[in-house]
């Protein structure tokens, strides 16, 4: 009989079948890592469900929100009574999935507005919620990227830079959070000392309309911006949930915005933050269309300043200043005795360069404010 010779696969078809299942398996590794983030992305949802009711419920026999929370812990009643919650649930491991930090739940208490915030970061987005920070108050849950509304109507959109949440536009409040009314340039037909101007152009003595506010939003004094406190993290003016940006949240801003391996001097007491990310801060038309311009998001409004005598504007247009709080080896001092010249810190960006300065600056100059999410 004739013998038949049994073929086999060759080198190459087994390589094409060996680099077939590779791929299949490296895809479904990646599904599988996928939807075990989304499972632990609708358990943090549910969590801060669970957290925000269990609140509401101490809140209404209390009259006042708890000032700290621990998770492992049991939520229960200051004189030891009523218990609302029997385990307060921690972020699931691994936590940094995505671009988030390895932290557990955040959660603060507001004390001048009797309110609370909570936030956690979400891997890759579930329930219709985009990706990134997300947190919970009385007023419901926020997720970084949709728009906010202050206590005057006026809306802002909100941009996720890192691990933090901005404003995208500067704050143009007219009131303080109790209601009163700031002294406005404009309604009260003042200038020097008054707490809210709208930016006009440079060297004008005059202030601009609603319709400058509305465009680069409005310049406040420094005590304005406090809303009458010097403690770092106030909410100040800014809208509930939200607060005046610290100096060293102003550094976890230029680190990420700074090229990669510089590293930006967030201590130092001078006129320096970073020797570049500025222009990332801002848009492609303000600052002459350089790559990388308004890569970041942030969108710099640049508003100019009102001169520290309160009479002049200048800037509008090409300069950017944000109030911030106490710099350095100052940001915790309780009163501005020891703080050199007696002047908070501010950060400035300008048009032609792609520096992120640092400046002192005398408390009754009039400039802008962008809020950061608690």
Not at 124 to 142: D, H, L, Y
Not at 157 to 176: A, D, E, H, S
Request: include cysteine.
């Amino acid at each position: 009989m004739p013998k038949f010779k049994k073929s086999g696969f060759t080198l190459i078809e087994l390589l094409v079948v060996i680099a077939i299942i590779g791929v299949l398996s490296t895809m479904a590794i990646i599904a599988l890592g996928n939807a075990r983030t989304k499972a632990r992305d609708s358990r943090r949802l549910a969590d801060i469900k669970q957290i925000s009711t269990a609140l509401e419920l101490y809140y209404s026999d209390n009259n006042t929100y708890p000032t700290l929370i621990t998770p492992g812990n049991s939520l229960q009643a200051p004189n030891g009574g009523t218990i609302y919650m029997n385990t307060i649930p921690s972020n699931p491991t691994p936590r940094n999935d995505g671009n988030c930090s390895n932290i557990d739940y955040n959660y603060s208490y507001i004390t001048t507005s009797n309110t609370y915030n909570i936030s956690t970061c979400l891997g890759s987005g579930s329930s219709n919620i985009n990706a990134g920070v997300v947190s919970a108050s009385p007023q419901g849950t926020f997720s970084c990227g949709q728009n906010i509304t202050d206590r005057d109507g006026y809306v802002y959109t909100t941009v996720q830079i890192g691990p933090q949440c901005w404003m995208k536009q500067n704050l143009r409040t007219k009131t303080k959070p109790n209601g009163v009314a700031m002294t406005n340039s404009i309604s009260d037909n003042i200038l020097i000392n008054s707490e809210r101007s709208c930016p006009a152009v440079s060297g004008s003595t005059i202030p601009g309309t609603e319709d400058d506010c509305a465009a680069y939003g409005a310049l406040y004094t420094w005590a304005a911006v406090m809303n009458g406190t010097i403690i770092p993290g106030t909410q100040g003016i800014c809208p509930d949930g939200w607060h005046v940006p610290t100096d060293a949240e102003f550094g976890v801003l230029e680190q990420y915005v700074a090229d990669p391996g510089q590293s930006c001097d967030v201590s130092r007491n001078g006129v320096w933050a970073c020797d570049k990310g500025g222009d990332k801060l801002q848009t492609a038309t303000q600052c002459r269309q350089r790559t990388p311009c308004g890569s970041s998001g942030f969108d710099a409004q640049l508003a100019g300043t009102r001169g520290p005598d309160g009479s002049t504007f200048s800037g509008r247009g090409y300069l950017g200043w944000w109030g911030g709080q106490y710099g350095g080896s100052y940001m915790y001092t309780s009163s501005l005795s020891g703080v050199t010249y007696g002047a908070p810190f501010y950060r400035a960006v300008h048009s032609e360069y792609t520096l992120i300065l640092k400046v002192m600056a005398a408390a009754v100059h009039g400039l802008s404010l962008r809020c950061i999410k608690n």
